[in-house]
């Protein structure tokens, strides 16, 4: 008896060490701000690869829509069947829409000594109000950039949208 009560805890011990960590390997966002780039390598990256080289490769914006190669009328409605639900679907159709309009730059220029842009937000950088912050220094990032590797205004203002965009995409309220 006092055999079976102490295996049936062991396995409700087991049970909860397991749910704890299937708690702790989700992103700390609830679902409504879920991380758009861990979303992606977790659900979509397995056929379609790194999402900026997807959607900059096969993806194409024509006034403000995105369309797909062979989605060309309506590719919101596509992402609807496809992998997403609820407000996942604006928040993936306007990070691959960001992507598509942008050169990927920053991997041009900065990866060689800061990694993905992804990984370098999450590692260095943090959203204050809307606004990008190092989180070393808690310097502004747009301030930085003005001394940073001989950048121009315009490479500043730049690099600051690039960074801030994925930092909201990352950081989702
Ligand atoms: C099991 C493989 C698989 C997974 C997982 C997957 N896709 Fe796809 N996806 C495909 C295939 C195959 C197509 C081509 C179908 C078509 O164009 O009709 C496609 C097409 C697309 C297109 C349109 C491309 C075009 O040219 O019209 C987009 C955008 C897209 N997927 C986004 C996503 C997103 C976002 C996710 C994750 C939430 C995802 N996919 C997950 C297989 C996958
Ligand atoms: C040759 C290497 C190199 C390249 C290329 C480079 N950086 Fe840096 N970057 C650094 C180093 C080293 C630091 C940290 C030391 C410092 O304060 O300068 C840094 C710091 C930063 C920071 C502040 C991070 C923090 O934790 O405070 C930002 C933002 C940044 N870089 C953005 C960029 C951008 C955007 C590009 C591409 C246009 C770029 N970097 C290209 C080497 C580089």
Redesign the pocket.
Known sequence: MVKRITSAIRIKLRVSIVLVMAVLAMPAAGDSGIDLHW??DD??A???GHAGDFSRK??SVSGDRLQ?????ND?HR??RN???AGN?VDA?YNM?LAQANNQARFKGECASCHDTVTRFVKHSLELRDGVLFSRNSGRPVSDFLGHHRKLNPDDVKFFTDVLTRVAREVYRP
């Open positions: 979303l992606w659900r979509c397995d056929c379609h096969f993806l797909g190669r062979h989605n060309v590719l596509f992402l496809h992998y997403l996942q993936v691959l």
